[in-house]
């Protein structure tokens, strides 16, 4: 049988149910997760996930297996095309005008995809050319591209909310270029900018470099992001006009490349699953151009065994309680019903000696009777929320201790517990007496 390793895998799985575990066989073991089938398969090629999981002479081993390999990505026309795209990028790059290159284009091309142009991009990064160069192409090169993208970007609509918002929010963006240009005006808009930018740099662009093997968004866009912002700062900074009208038509351009390039890039590499993490992160950003509701989303990871899941990441047991006793400081939670629940075990002496036997116990049978009302106190203001903190700085013996007790509350505000910490302040006296 035929297959094309060029093509993504959920499909030829699809089309041969046999080639799943051949796949697995010989190191795709992600494909055993359904969740990762669904999502991740959807949007990975043989070739592109051989190469992310260092799984060497793939068509080899399947060609050992009983199946003819093709590779589209080899095809004539396909290689054609982006030697031709290189070469119009070169032109620009040695000084050809941008109306000789573009009417080259459009006669040799019908129309070309965003995957294309950023993958001839990545080769140029790839084949040594300084990253620094290929910057230099990313206001013109986006500009060649504007006829040949336009049909394309009007034709397009993502089904997913993050690509949606980041791409109204873009649309905000060029509102705010276009008046700006147009009365050449420093107005506080222009700071909208940046939040924008950063949501980018955040969220998208180290994503697709590390995750899903396409770092020229990374090497080249962002890092176009930030000379952009800076420009930006310092032509408002300095009141100079003809700096920001140069660098306001720069982040015109990127809007367009955000549009035709990166969007279309995103939509067609991420799964499901990592854009709805991106969509969850959003509402991490206050500075935001567009207002909506944002739509709920399922949380449909697989939750695997010994592992602690919280909202932003997961702990093995073992991790998770290596980490409480690596902190430089004794710890002590007491529940919502003041029963002593957790100890932690740092290095060192222990300042205050918690006995595993008083576990399970209330916290106020650790008190002697004088100190005890005091406790009963400090809980019963936590919980009627006269209280979120108290904090002291005590010596004991020629050491300095911050002894700190926090109501532990939830996002609702539910109280939880007390959390205690004992932390020694020697190194940060040290250093301030310095």
């Not at 093509?7 to 969740?35: H, M, R, S, W």
């Not at 290596?322 to 629940?341: G, K, P, Q, R």
Request: glycine residues 4%; hydrophobic residues 30%.
């Amino acid at each position: 049988m035929k297959i094309d390793i060029n093509k993504n895998v959920y499909d030829l799985v699809t089309e041969n149910k046999d080639l799943k575990q051949t796949l697995i066989n010989i190191g795709f073991d992600a494909l055993e997760n359904p969740l990762m089938f669904n999502t991740m398969a959807k949007k990975m090629s043989i070739k592109r996930g051989a190469k992310m999981l260092g799984i060497e002479d793939v068509d080899k081993k399947l060609e050992d297996n009983g199946y003819e390999v093709i590779d589209s990505s080899t095809d004539k026309d396909v290689i054609h095309r982006k030697k031709l795209i290189k070469e119009y990028i070169k032109r620009l790059t040695d000084g050809e005008s941008l109306e000789s290159v573009r009417a080259d284009f459009v006669k040799n091309f019908e129309n070309v995809s965003s995957a294309e142009i950023m993958d001839a991009e990545e080769e140029l990064l790839s084949s040594g050319i300084d990253k620094k160069e290929v910057r230099k192409l990313c206001d013109v090169h986006s500009a060649l591209f504007h006829d040949m993208t336009e049909k394309e970007k009007n034709d397009l609509t993502y089904d997913h909310p993050f690509l949606r918002y980041m791409e109204e929010e873009n649309i905000k963006i060029k509102e705010i270029i276009k008046k700006s240009l147009r009365e050449e005006d420093f107005s506080e808009d222009l700071g909208k900018i940046g939040p924008h930018y950063k949501k980018k740099g955040d969220l998208i662009y180290p994503i697709l470099k590390v995750k899903y093997n396409k770092p020229g968004p990374s090497d080249v866009m962002w890092a176009v992001d930030v000379e952009i912002g800076k420009a930006l700062k310092k032509s408002i900074k300095g009141k100079n006009k003809t700096l920001l009208v140069e660098t306001l038509k720069r982040a015109e351009e990127m809007t367009y490349k955000e549009d035709s390039i990166l969007y279309p890039l995103v939509d067609d590499n991420l799964s499901k699953e990592d854009l709805d993490l991106l969509y969850k992160d959003l509402q991490d950003y206050d500075e935001n151009l567009v207002i909506e509701e944002k739509e709920s989303i399922k949380d449909t990871k697989e939750k695997e065994e010994n592992y602690v899941y919280f909202k932003k990441g997961k702990l093995r047991l073992d991790q998770l309680e290596a980490l409480l006793d690596t902190i430089e400081m004794e710890i002590t939670f007491v529940d919502e019903n003041d029963i002593n629940s957790y100890y932690n075990d740092n290095q060192g002496a222990k300042i205050f000696k918690r006995p595993e036997s008083s576990l399970g116990r209330e916290v106020y049978t650790c008190h002697p009777p004088h100190v005890e009302p005091i406790v009963r106190g400090l809980v019963k203001d936590f919980k009627n929320k006269k209280r979120d903190s108290f904090k002291l700085v005590k010596k004991l013996g020629d050491k300095d201790f911050a002894i700190s007790y926090y109501a532990v509350r939830d996002k609702e505000g539910t109280y939880k517990g007390v959390l205690e910490t004992v932390q020694d302040l020697s190194f940060y006296k040290d250093h301030l007496s310095k």
